[in-house]
């Protein structure tokens, strides 16, 4: 499959504009054919909630974000793209007639995903051409942070398709779930569903309130499940016995009337507590304001999941670690030349590094030089296998000289001088500059320590990875020590 650069979509509503956020933050070209007259200003809404959300969630290097293009047709969206996912409402004709056409207006080597939660692929790739690259990509709202995204073929979707369009998704931090065998619902909206509708049953029976039942599941089930999921989580609670224990247990409940499953008739009645109810749970919190709630304890659970590197956090971390790995592509070459400082490091001040003085705030300088000499060591091939192993450089000291004030949007690159090696300490000096007018905004006098992060102590590093810095040491002997290296603080500028 070529590498995906552009992505048609069609429909830029809740889930179309989630998508578009999702990609564009991920650099990739998004052109979205939408008829409603305000898609545009949704769409930068949730592009801008999903900013919001993303610089909270990650000190990753992202990528400068994609333009988004509203287009007028749907042939303009598909006709360039080298993917195309579908989000129109979730009725069977429309998707069907649109993703004939999408079929006749693409590549035809172009993946074509539909984000329905519950319509069956077969039916969907019954008019097209080429309907093999049909599949089911049903992500989550937001989109752009929830990772899943359950993908699904028809009868005629070939296996290449399906591995195509897991890549792909892999690709932008997503978790790709493959069902295997099409089923209405698929898997996860199956389970959601059979919770909604207790949950109406619920209220239809005046047992709980919409807020009553929201407290029952956000205090104690809820918790567990963003990380377990229902059956390792009942897994301990059969205790030391596990799983049998627990279906010897609570098996007999299984033929006790605890669910119906059965929806209750959405009558006008049911209809009306439900929302008059929902609306008392708001309390007069707007939609914006809701959403925003949502994604901070969104990262904050992400967040949390990451430091264990498990369930979703692992997917982040992974992600992560593929954003350093393309912000800091370069790898030494043996014919580099490297006599001058490397300039291994650019990016564009974000808006969110701005502080109330309208400038980049100061914790964001340290940002940049800690990617800096990241991004050195990608150079002398520091990489995700060596931080397997346990080894690392850790940063013991650092020295920030502020020298000018810098503005949102501003491009930056940094240059890192070495200043001197050894097996365990590595001693470098970085600047950063302003690239439009070449403005040395600061400098970042480091010392690192190589560690063996698992014993917790100091130890050589790698030998190629010494042979490599103190190759660049020797080069870099040469040039004049930096101003403002060995400074203390308060010492007279010059
Ligand atoms: N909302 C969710 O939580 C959620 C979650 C996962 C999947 N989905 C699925 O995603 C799809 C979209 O759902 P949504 O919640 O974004 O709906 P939505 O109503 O918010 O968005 C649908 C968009 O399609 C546009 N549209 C309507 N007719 C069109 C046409 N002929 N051509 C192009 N665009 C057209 C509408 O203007 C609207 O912006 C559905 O299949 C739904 O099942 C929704």
């Known amino acids: 499959m070529a590498e995906i650069k552009t992505v048609g979509l069609i429909g830029g509503g809740v889930i179309g504009a989630g998508w578009a956020a999702r990609l564009a933050l991920n650099g990739i070209a998004v052109r979205v054919f939408d008829p409603d007259p305000d898609a545009q200003r949704k769409i930068d809404e949730v592009l801008e909630n999903a900013r919001r959300a993303t610089a909270k969630l990650t000190l990753a290097p992202l990528h400068d974000p994609a333009p988004i293009h509203v287009v007028a047709t749907l042939e303009e969206a598909v006709a360039e793209a080298d993917f195309v996912q579908e989000s129109l409402p979730e009725r069977e004709d429309l998707k069907r007639e649109l993703l ?18 519950g319509l069956l692929p077969s039916r969907l790739q019954a ?5 093999e690259r049909l599949v089911v990509g049903h992500p989550f709202n937001p989109v752009y942070l929830l990772p899943l995204v359950e993908v699904c073929g028809g009868e005629k979707t070939s296996p290449e ?9 892999r690709s932008i931090g ?23 509708r207790e949950a109406l049953w619920l209220v239809n029976d005046g047992v709980a309130t919409t807020a009553e039942i929201d407290d029952a599941i956000r205090y104690g089930a809820g918790l567990r499940w963003s990380f377990m999921g229902t059956f390792l989580t009942y897994r301990l609670a059969g205790g030391e016995a596990g799983m049998r224990h627990f279906l010897a247990q609570f098996g007999p409940a299984l033929r006790l009337p605890w669910t119906k499953l059965e929806a209750p008739e959405l009558t006008d009645e049911l209809i009306e507590r439900v929302a008059t109810q929902s609306d008392a749970q708001a309390a007069g919190t707007s939609i914006r304001d809701l959403e925003r709630l949502r994604d901070d304890c969104l990262v904050a659970v992400l967040q949390g999941l990451r430091s264990h590197d498990y369930a979703a956090g692992a997917t982040l971390n992974a992600h992560e670690e593929k954003l350093y790995e393309t912000s800091h592509r370069q790898v030494m070459g043996a014919d580099d030349d ?3 400082p490397l300039a291994l490091h650019r990016g564009r001040v974000a808006p969110e590094w701005i502080d109330y003085n309208g400038h980049m705030t100061e914790s964001r300088y340290l940002q940049v030089f800690g990617d800096s000499s990241d991004a050195l060591f990608r150079y002398v091939g520091i990489d995700a296998d060596y931080h397997a192993a346990s080894m690392s450089y850790y940063t013991v000291e650092t020295h920030i000289m502020n020298l000018r004030e810098v ?34 905004l600061a ?6 320590l190589h560690v063996d992060t698992k014993a917790g102590r100091a130890v050589p590093a790698a ?15 040469p040039l004049p020590k930096p101003d403002g290296a060995g400074r203390f603080v308060g010492a007279p500028r010059r």
């Open 463 to 477: 030998a190629p990875v010494l042979a490599r810095l103190h190759h660049i040491a020797a080069a870099h002997a």
């Open 443 to 448: 400098t970042g006098e480091q010392m690192l």
């Open 161 to 169: 398709t399906i591995e195509q369009a897991m890549t792909f998704y």
């Open 338 to 340: 490297v006599s001058q």
């Open 407 to 440: 503005g949102a949007g501003e491009p930056f690159q940094t240059t890192t001088q070495i200043l001197a090696v050894d097996d365990k300490k590595l001693h470098i000096f970085h600047r950063l500059t302003a690239t439009r007018e070449d403005i040395l």
């Open 100 to 117: 004939a056409a999408a079929s006749r207006a693409a590549r035809r080597d172009v993946v074509i995903a539909s984000s329905t939660s």
């Open 127 to 131: 008019d097209m051409v080429a309907p």
């Open 174 to 196: 997503m978790h790709p779930l493959h069902v295997r065998q099409e089923i209405d619902g698929f898997i996860a909206d199956r389970l959601l569903e059979a919770v909604w």
